[in-house]
C-alpha cells in the first residue's frame, strides 16, 4: 500500500463528520443524539452494525466522536436489553422511509427504533475501540449495555440447545438481498428486483401480525434462519465479552461467556460446515436444510478465535485464495464469482456479487487470528487501492474496484483501520 492511498482513506474518513454526522435532540426520550448515518442520502437513521464501524473509524480521526457514536446507540437500548437495527432519532411522522419504519417496528408503540436486530458487532466496536485509543478506561461503562444486550440475543433468538441465532427476516443478516435467502423467501430462478422487494414486505406484514415477538415469530417460522455470517460474528461477540469481562476481573462472567462461545462454535462447525465441499452455509427452516449459494458469510467463522485449525486452513486454501472464487482482483465478493448468482456490479440486488468493505474488515481480523498475516496484509493493501480509488461507495465491483450504490458511504472507510491496525 502507498501513503497517499493510506492518507486519501484518512481523508474521506475525516470528512464523514461534514457529511454524516447527525446531531440533535431527540425529545421522546431526552437524549443528545451523535452519530454517523451510513449515507446523508440514501440512509439517514442510525444502523446497528454501521455505527459499530463507525465508531472504529472514528477512534483514529476524532476518539470523542467514536465515544458519542456507542454512546447514542446503546441509548436507544430497551430496558430489557434489546437494541434495534434502526434507531429513529429525531424521527417525524411522515415519509416514505417512515412507512417502510413501521412496517418493521411493533405495532401500537411510537416510531422509535425498528424490532429486528442485526449482526451483533458491538462488543467488538468496544474492544477495537478501547485498543486503537490505548484506553482501558473506556470498556467498562458500556458492560451492562453489553451484558443485557447479550442476554436478550440468548433468551429471545437462540431456541434451541445449540445455542445458535434464529434470524427472522433477511434484513437480520445485514446482507439482506443475499441469494441466500432466496429459498426461504420461496423465490425460484432467478431473483428480480420487484418480486424480492414485494416477498420482503409481505415478511415484514406476517412478523408484524406476530407484534414482532420472538416466541410467536420463532413459532410461526415465516422466515426462520440459522445464518453462518450472524453465528460467527455472535461467536466472536461472546469470545471478545470473555476477554472484556477477564480483563475488568470478573471471572464467573468470562467463564459464562466462553462456555457459550464454545457452543455456538461447536454448532456452527457440526451443523454449518459441509465438509465436502469445506465451507459454511446457512440452514433454512426448522427442518435446517443447507442453503446452496456459497457466499462471504461462508468464511466469516474465520472471525472466531476458538475456529479448529483445519477448518480455517480449508476455507483458506480452499475458497479464500481461489481465483474463480473470491480472491478475485479486488476481493472478497459477497458471493462467490463461481456462483450463478454473481453479479459483480449488483445494478438490481445488492449482496450478490460486489465487494464490501465491512466484510473485508472482518476477515481480515479473522486472518489476522488465525496467522495468516501475509494473505491478510494483501487483502487490506487492495481494499485500501479501492478505497483510494473509488472513494467511499456502498459497495464495489470485485473485477475492477468501481464504486457503486450510496455515496459518501461511511463504513467503507474502515480501510482506515486496516491501514494502521
Same mark, same amino acid.
Given at each position: ?64 466522536? =467514536? =465515544? ?346 474502515? =480501510? ?6
Amino acid at each position: 500500500m502507498r501513503q497517499g492511498e493510506i492518507d486519501a482513506v484518512r481523508s474521506y474518513a475525516q470528512g464523514l463528520l461534514r457529511t454524516n454526522l447527525k446531531r440533535g435532540h431527540d425529545l421522546s426520550i431526552g437524549y443528545r443524539y451523535s452519530y454517523l448515518c451510513p449515507s446523508p442520502n440514501e440512509y439517514p437513521w442510525q444502523w446497528f452494525w454501521d455505527s459499530c464501524f463507525h465508531a472504529v473509524i472514528m477512534a483514529h480521526v476524532d476518539p470523542e466522536q =467514536a =465515544a458519542a457514536e456507542l454512546k447514542t446507540l446503546v441509548a436507544g437500548q430497551d430496558a430489557n436489553g434489546f437494541i434495534g437495527h434502526i434507531t429513529f432519532w429525531g424521527n417525524r411522522l411522515w415519509g416514505l422511509t417512515n412507512l417502510a419504519g413501521y412496517a418493521q417496528s411493533r405495532p401500537g408503540e411510537r416510531l422509535r427504533h425498528s424490532a429486528l436486530i442485526q449482526p451483533p458487532v458491538l462488543a467488538q466496536a468496544v474492544e477495537r475501540v478501547a485498543e486503537v485509543l490505548g484506553d482501558p478506561a473506556f470498556a467498562p461503562p458500556f458492560m451492562d449495555a453489553l451484558d443485557r444486550y447479550h442476554e436478550w440475543l440468548a433468551e429471545n433468538r437462540a431456541p434451541d440447545g445449540d445455542g445458535l441465532l434464529v434470524i427472522v427476516s433477511p434484513y437480520e443478516s445485514g446482507t439482506d438481498q443475499s441469494p441466500t435467502y432466496d429459498a426461504p423467501l420461496g423465490v425460484t430462478g432467478k431473483a428480480g428486483r420487484l418480486g424480492l422487494g414485494l416477498r420482503d414486505r409481505w415478511l415484514d406484514m406476517r412478523n408484524w401480525l406476530n407484534s414482532y415477538g420472538s416466541t410467536r415469530m420463532l413459532r410461526a417460522a415465516h422466515f426462520y434462519v440459522k445464518d453462518a455470517l450472524v453465528n460467527a460474528l455472535y461467536a466472536e461477540s461472546l469470545e471478545t465479552m470473555a476477554r472484556l469481562h477477564r480483563a475488568q476481573m470478573n471471572p464467573a462472567s468470562a467463564k459464562t461467556y466462553a462456555q457459550r462461545a464454545e457452543l455456538v462454535t461447536a454448532s456452527l462447525v457440526e451443523k454449518l460446515l459441509d465438509r465436502t465441499r469445506g465451507a459454511f452455509y446457512s440452514l433454512t427452516g426448522k427442518e435446517e436444510l443447507r442453503s446452496e449459494p456459497l457466499t462471504v458469510g461462508g468464511l466469516m467463522p474465520l472471525v472466531i478465535g476458538g475456529l479448529p485449525r483445519d477448518v480455517a486452513g480449508e476455507l483458506v486454501d480452499r475458497h479464500l485464495r481461489n481465483r474463480n472464487q473470491f480472491w478475485t482482483r479486488y476481493p472478497v465478493p459477497s458471493v462467490a464469482a463461481s456462483e450463478p448468482s454473481f453479479d459483480p456490479r449488483s445494478a438490481s440486488l445488492i449482496w450478490r456479487g460486489p465487494t464490501w468493505v465491512n466484510t473485508n474488515w472482518l476477515l481480515w481480523r479473522g486472518l489476522r487470528r488465525h496467522g495468516f498475516d501475509e494473505l491478510a496484509a494483501q487483502l487490506a493493501a487492495r481494499t485500501i487501492t479501492m478505497v483510494a480509488e473509488g472513494g467511499l461507495r456502498e459497495f464495489y465491483n470485485p473485477l475492477n474496484g468501481e464504486g457503486n450504490g450510496a455515496r459518501s458511504f461511511g463504513w467503507s472507510a474502515l =480501510a482506515l483501520d486496516m491501514a494502521e491496525g
